[in-house]
């Protein structure tokens, strides 16, 4: 049963916690939006005419038990599903006013418009912690940006991820001497780097500590005000405390989507009400 | 029980310790300046050296690496690569039966291909039946480095609009280049000192010859002449020249070491 886009009025209801206290302003336009998606590892479908629609500079929190598919439709967004073997996609996704399956981008183009973060921390090993900032610069198409353009962008991605004041001493260093959180910041801060619309983040605080939890948390509070992103995660106090809208998927199925205060405390499908009281999953 | 594991790990290092420890007694009296500069001698005369003979082990070496360590690192690429294909599953247990082939059934056959056809010994010859020893030890060290590469860093390169061949080389290779590096090493180190592919390929020889298409002098075989020879000065020139073969194992060992300092240590998926 493929589930209905659901567009409730924008008012934050009070339960949001943070959501409500937020000054900035965040977006109601669509920015991405899947149509009838349906993927599968082999056999296996694993998304199920799946049409949402991601709001920009706002964050969208996509919750469900494991193996409920929302990995998987974060990794069709940005083409990375595909580079499984045996792993199929049908239906389309529309990043503005453009098709990324259905001709108009390929798979490279799509990834430096959507930018993504994954489970554990990827710093490349053999990088500086500038490099790495910087890795997803050089592989533009044509003249790359100059010494001191880097230097310059570099130094806004790492401010952007909160991570400039801890590094700007040590850029020349080894990013595996930074720590978990710091480098799942770089990371955050490599992928804003290329300046994406969208930021994928696929359970980034799954390998850390509370307290860089906390730290990517509000981070990702802030990056609200500039871009849009979209967090798959299965803690649902996380989802309830940065995201403006949230998503409930169930065995490939877009369950119910709405602001997250209302999803929490009034979600029309009684599914989605089991869920989030924790009566599974 | 730990303490007999405590004696077989002493006795374990026993043989290496005892092998330098007489071939410094028996070896390093000979070890004068002219030894590393100076022809061999008649059999017989006392004096001399081995300069041709450290001279074409090196270039043994060398011809062996140029033909082993291209085909060793492109095929564990491609096993690497292409896992579970029934090519890479033949590639890797044909290498694997490679890797433990007697290195005198490689010689003979060596000789049966590279030598009989061309009418004689080569240098040429000997470096092609060394480095056919080396590929599968190259083979299986570089698809085990690459493979330790995680997943997790070829998918943040994709991520990040890396294209799949860009990704295979910038990332994945430059990580696991220093353990490549590792493994080539390892396997010059092994086969610098083989001798038995080189009695039917380079021969040795008594002269000055750098040329790859004639018989090549190599520490090993030079070694082996010596010491089979009924003269005692002989055999102290064979005990320092087995001296300065293990002192060139040990130096490539230890720039193999060097170069596995700070290697990347994975997360471990």
């Given at each position: 049963m493929p589930a209905v886009e659901t567009e409730l009025p924008r008012a934050t209801p009070a339960v949001t916690m943070r959501a409500a206290e937020s000054a900035a302003p965040t977006g109601t336009e669509t920015i991405l939006s899947t149509r009838r998606l349906n993927a599968w590892f082999g056999r296996a479908?694993?998304?199920?005419?799946?049409t949402l629609d991601f709001h920009d500079r706002a964050v969208t929190a996509v919750i469900g038990p494991s193996g409920c598919g929302k990995s998987t439709l974060l990794r069709c967004l940005n083409r990375m599903h595909e580079t499984v073997p045996g792993a199929i996609v049908e239906g389309d996704v529309i990043l503005g006013e453009t098709s990324i399956y259905k001709g108009g981008l390929n798979a490279i183009a799509v990834r430096r418009h959507i930018g993504m973060v994954f489970q554990r921390p990827t710093p490349f090993p053999t990088m500086s912690i500038r490099d790495n900032v910087a890795a997803g610069l050089r592989i533009r198409i044509g003249r790359g940006p100059s010494r001191s353009e880097t230097d310059e962008i570099v130094q806004g991605a790492l401010e952007r991820a909160g991570l400039w004041d801890e590094v700007k001493d040590r850029l020349r260093d080894h990013a595996l001497g930074l720590s978990g959180g710091q480098q799942q910041r770089l990371c955050i801060a490599r992928a804003l780097a290329t300046k994406p619309r969208v930021l994928l983040l696929d359970e980034p605080t799954a390998s850390l500590d509370p307290l860089s939890t906390q730290t990517i948390e509000e981070l990702v509070y802030e990056l609200r005000q500039s871009i849009a992103v979209v967090i798959v995660t299965h803690n649902m106090q996380q989802a309830a405390r940065v995201s403006?809208?949230?998503?409930?998927?169930?065995?490939?199925?877009?369950?119910?989507?709405?602001?997250?205060?209302?999803?929490?405390?009034?979600?029309?499908?009684?599914?989605?009400?089991?869920?989030?009281?924790?009566?599974?999953? | 029980?730990?303490?007999?594991?405590?004696?077989?790990?002493?006795?374990?290092?026993?043989?290496?310790?005892?092998?330098?420890?007489?071939?410094?007694?028996q070896g390093a009296a000979f070890l004068r300046p002219d030894f590393f500069t100076q022809m061999p001698n008649p059999?017989?005369?006392?004096?001399?050296?081995?300069?041709?003979?450290?001279?074409?082990?090196?270039?043994?070496i060398g011809t062996a690496s140029v033909v082993g360590l291209p085909i060793g690192v492109g095929a564990g690429l491609y096993l690497?690569?292409?896992?579970?294909?029934?090519l890479a599953t033949t590639v890797r247990f044909l290498s694997d039966v490679l890797n433990g082939l007697p290195s005198i059934v490689l010689g003979i056959f060596a000789w049966e291909f590279l030598v009989r056809p061309v009418g004689g010994f080569s240098a040429l010859a000997g470096g092609m039946a060394l480095g056919a020893m080396m590929?599968?030890?190259?083979?299986?060290t570089t698809e085990e480095m690459i493979r330790l590469v995680p997943v997790s860093l070829r998918e943040a390169a994709l991520a990040l609009g890396y294209t799949r061949w860009r990704t295979s080389v910038s990332i994945v290779l430059r990580t696991a280049l220093p353990g490549i590096v590792t493994g080539a090493l390892v396997a010059v180190a092994r086969i610098a000192g083989e001798t038995a592919p080189l009695l039917f390929t380079a021969l040795g020889n008594q002269f000055w010859s750098t040329s790859l298409r004639e018989p090549i002098a190599a520490l090993p075989l030079q070694i082996f002449a010596y010491a089979i020879s009924p003269y005692e000065t002989a055999h102290g020139q064979a005990w320092a020249g087995a001296l300065v073969l293990i002192m060139i194992v040990l130096v490539i060992s230890l720039i193999a070491r060097y170069a596995t300092r700070g290697r990347y240590a994975g997360s471990g998926d």
């Amino acid at each position: 049963m493929p589930a209905v886009e659901t567009e409730l009025p924008r008012a934050t209801p009070a339960v949001t916690m943070r959501a409500a206290e937020s000054a900035a302003p965040t977006g109601t336009e669509t920015i991405l939006s899947t149509r009838r998606l349906n993927a599968w590892f082999g056999r296996a479908r694993v998304l199920r005419n799946v049409t949402l629609d991601f709001h920009d500079r706002a964050v969208t929190a996509v919750i469900g038990p494991s193996g409920c598919g929302k990995s998987t439709l974060l990794r069709c967004l940005n083409r990375m599903h595909e580079t499984v073997p045996g792993a199929i996609v049908e239906g389309d996704v529309i990043l503005g006013e453009t098709s990324i399956y259905k001709g108009g981008l390929n798979a490279i183009a799509v990834r430096r418009h959507i930018g993504m973060v994954f489970q554990r921390p990827t710093p490349f090993p053999t990088m500086s912690i500038r490099d790495n900032v910087a890795a997803g610069l050089r592989i533009r198409i044509g003249r790359g940006p100059s010494r001191s353009e880097t230097d310059e962008i570099v130094q806004g991605a790492l401010e952007r991820a909160g991570l400039w004041d801890e590094v700007k001493d040590r850029l020349r260093d080894h990013a595996l001497g930074l720590s978990g959180g710091q480098q799942q910041r770089l990371c955050i801060a490599r992928a804003l780097a290329t300046k994406p619309r969208v930021l994928l983040l696929d359970e980034p605080t799954a390998s850390l500590d509370p307290l860089s939890t906390q730290t990517i948390e509000e981070l990702v509070y802030e990056l609200r005000q500039s871009i849009a992103v979209v967090i798959v995660t299965h803690n649902m106090q996380q989802a309830a405390r940065v995201s403006n809208r949230t998503a409930f998927m169930l065995a490939g199925e877009m369950i119910e989507v709405a602001p997250t205060g209302t999803l929490f405390t009034n979600p029309r499908d009684s599914r989605t009400e089991s869920y989030v009281t924790g009566r599974f999953g | 029980m730990l303490g007999m594991t405590y004696v077989a790990a002493i006795i374990a290092t026993l043989p290496l310790l005892f092998i330098i420890f007489h071939l410094l007694r028996q070896g390093a009296a000979f070890l004068r300046p002219d030894f590393f500069t100076q022809m061999p001698n008649p059999v017989g005369e006392s004096g001399g050296g081995m300069a041709n003979a450290i001279v074409g082990t090196l270039i043994l070496i060398g011809t062996a690496s140029v033909v082993g360590l291209p085909i060793g690192v492109g095929a564990g690429l491609y096993l690497a690569d292409r896992k579970g294909s029934p090519l890479a599953t033949t590639v890797r247990f044909l290498s694997d039966v490679l890797n433990g082939l007697p290195s005198i059934v490689l010689g003979i056959f060596a000789w049966e291909f590279l030598v009989r056809p061309v009418g004689g010994f080569s240098a040429l010859a000997g470096g092609m039946a060394l480095g056919a020893m080396m590929i599968p030890l190259v083979t299986r060290t570089t698809e085990e480095m690459i493979r330790l590469v995680p997943v997790s860093l070829r998918e943040a390169a994709l991520a990040l609009g890396y294209t799949r061949w860009r990704t295979s080389v910038s990332i994945v290779l430059r990580t696991a280049l220093p353990g490549i590096v590792t493994g080539a090493l390892v396997a010059v180190a092994r086969i610098a000192g083989e001798t038995a592919p080189l009695l039917f390929t380079a021969l040795g020889n008594q002269f000055w010859s750098t040329s790859l298409r004639e018989p090549i002098a190599a520490l090993p075989l030079q070694i082996f002449a010596y010491a089979i020879s009924p003269y005692e000065t002989a055999h102290g020139q064979a005990w320092a020249g087995a001296l300065v073969l293990i002192m060139i194992v040990l130096v490539i060992s230890l720039i193999a070491r060097y170069a596995t300092r700070g290697r990347y240590a994975g997360s471990g998926d």
